[in-house]
């Protein structure tokens, strides 16, 4: 059964501060994997999707890993800024055969960057 | 713009009620999927619809109803079957149900008492 870890459960840095967060899956049967921000109370946005054959995926401070035979990605983000402040949530989409519908989503890092 | 507009923000409602959740996109995406999320829990699939008029159980449909009459909405009711209704519900939406990105609603709170 696949299960998606993400620790720390909570980090604070800096402003200006490069950073990593890291997300570890059991199953390395994927078919790809995504990350989002979730702010307060609203709903998921989507950061980057690494599919299974990449080893990365870059949108401007942000940069996502994939190294799918140890069942890690990582998300770094450059020169935080307060505005960076949400919780990011892994998910990953099991390659049973195939892909499928069901997205496994690990419960999320809180990133506090103090001003 | 376009996007998953989800109706209403908050929702209270007495137990043993059934309440409808709304969750409209414009994005013209297939497929459509409804999550539940709990303090300290990832994210769970209730149910999701790759094309009008079929859906599919998730992981925790015991309890939920859902339609897919038009494309563009998917409304969940929780009916008074579910054991423990009150949770954040998010809606999302994808181009294709397998390789492209989920986007997703602003999530409706519902209480129940």
């Known amino acids: 059964k696949q299960e998606v870890t993400q620790i720390p459960a909570a980090l604070s840095v800096p402003e200006g501060e490069n950073l990593v967060l890291n997300c570890s899956f059991t199953?390395?049967?994927?078919?790809?994997l995504q990350w989002f921000r979730q702010d307060p109370g609203k709903g998921l946005t989507s950061l980057l999707l690494?599919?299974?054959?990449?080893r990365e995926q870059t949108s401007g401070r942000l940069n996502a890993s994939l190294d799918k035979s140890s069942g890690r990605s990582t998300l770094y983000i450059a020169a935080s800024q307060p505005g960076d402040s949400a919780t990011y949530l892994c998910?990953?989409?099991?390659?049973?055969?195939?892909?499928?519908?069901?997205?496994?989503f690990g419960t999320g890092t809180l990133l506090a960057v103090q001003p | 713009d376009g996007g998953i507009t989800q109706s209403p923000k908050y929702l209270f409602r007495k137990e043993g009620q059934n309440v409808t959740l709304s969750c409209e996109q414009n994005?013209?995406?297939?497929?459509m999927y409804w999550y539940r999320q709990d303090p300290g829990q990832g994210l769970r699939l209730i149910y999701y619809s790759q094309i009008v008029n079929d859906f599919q159980k998730g992981d925790i449909a015991e309890g939920y109803s859902v339609s897919r009459e038009k494309k563009e909405s998917f409304p969940l009711t929780v009916t008074s079957a579910q054991k423990n209704p009150t949770a954040f519900y998010l809606c999302a939406s994808s181009i294709s149900p397998y390789y492209s990105p989920l986007h997703f609603g602003n999530g409706t709170r519902l209480t129940v008492t």
């Open positions: 690494i599919q299974s054959s990449q």
């Open positions: 998910a990953v989409r099991p390659n049973y055969g195939g892909a499928t519908n069901k997205l496994i």
């Open positions: 994005l013209n995406h297939d497929a």
């Open positions: 199953d390395s049967a994927i078919y790809n």
